[in-house]
């Protein structure tokens, strides 16, 4: 009898046992998750992001959570079609209570967020006050969040102006005068000295013409006469 009752004891612990650790393998197996997990982005770039759950086996009739935007932000929040937002999250609200009609045992995506990313360095998309609920029970609250890198935007290096030197073009013009005109422009200059020419001589000499030059001219005269006249006598005198 004592050994049937220790027996009956060890089996129910076992069972106990066997039931506990069951009931942790599933809350550790369903869970939340944000996809893509990684990505890499430009500071300024918006992208798309998914939130939905693995149920891993597990019936799964609703979710609930918050999400937590860092270094990211949110432009829209939208939930699948084939789902119940019982309540819908917003980007300036974005806790969620979505309820899946006659529940799932599949992996099931839940919301589609737009975001935009921020400035250079990591930034997250993650969940908090996660529950995931199956028929009247709690299956598990964990989340997996979503982890980017956002780089700086690379600003070109400035273009180096070049300065374009234009080469000066000097127009030289050539006149070109007809042998015809010439002439009579070569006439013309000639006659010109030739009548400044005399203008000037007759300037010069008229006044003293006028005054000295006949006086002198007719002693000029008398002189020469009279020393032919005188030389002629002295040559005469000689003879005799």
Request: glycine share 8%.
């Amino acid at each position: 009898m004592k050994n049937i009752t220790t027996k009956i004891i060890l089996l129910s612990a076992i069972v106990c046992l066997s039931a506990v650790g069951f009931a942790g393998t599933t809350e550790a197996a369903s869970s939340l998750y944000v996809s893509p997990a990684t990505l890499t982005k430009t500071a300024g770039e918006s992208f798309t992001a998914s939130v939905g759950f693995n149920a891993s086996g597990s019936k799964v009739c609703a979710v609930e959570g918050t999400l937590v935007f860092n270094g990211l932000t949110c432009q829209s929040i939208t939930v699948a079609s084939d789902v119940m937002a019982q309540s819908t999250p917003t980007c300036a609200n974005p806790s969620f209570l979505i309820g899946i009609p006659n529940c799932t045992t599949s992996d099931k995506a839940l919301l589609t967020l737009s975001v935009r990313a921020g400035n250079a360095g990591t930034a997250t998309i993650s969940m908090t006050g996660v529950d995931i609920i199956g028929e009247g029970a709690s299956l598990g609250s964990a989340s997996t969040s979503g982890s980017y890198t956002i780089n700086a935007v690379v600003i070109p290096p400035p273009v180096p102006t070049q300065q374009v030197v234009k080469p000066t073009q000097q127009v030289t013009e050539e006149v070109v005068i007809p042998v015809e005109e010439a002439k009579e422009n070569v006439s013309t200059e000639t006659e010109q000295a030739t009548e400044l020419t005399e203008s000037v001589g007759t300037a010069a000499l008229s006044p003293a013409a006028s005054k000295y030059f006949w006086p002198l001219l007719i002693i000029l005269v008398v002189a020469i006469v009279g020393y032919g006249i005188y030389w002629f006598f002295i040559r005469k005198k000689e003879k005799k």
